[in-house]
């Protein structure tokens, strides 16, 4: 699976990893981010973005062979998952503040 790689991740976890405390709370952190992800993903994205992202992110397929497989241009596909990847960042921002 291809990792999603949003620059709030990194505020979401902790940067010290020496104590374990610390990678107790990482670890529930991680697992809450994945649960906002996956959330969003079921609930807040279009079908088409939800069905590029999958496919990109979950079945490592790339633009082209999306692109392909849909029937549509590359350009369309990396706008969609752009469009995705944005709306799931800001439903983070907003977890986060929360």
Request: charged share 35%; with cysteine.
């Amino acid at each position: 699976m291809k990792k999603l790689s949003f620059d709030l991740c990194e505020d979401f976890v902790s940067d010290n990893k020496n104590d374990f405390e610390d990678e107790n709370t990482n670890e529930k952190r991680l697992k809450e981010l994945e649960r906002i992800v996956r959330m969003v993903i079921k609930a807040q994205l279009t079908n088409r973005q939800r069905q590029m992202i999958i496919l990109y992110f979950y079945e490592n397929k790339n633009m082209v062979e999306i692109a392909k497989m849909l029937n549509v241009n590359k350009s369309t596909v990396s706008r969609t998952i752009k469009r995705a990847i944005n709306k799931i960042s800001e439903y983070i921002k907003f977890y986060k503040i929360r």
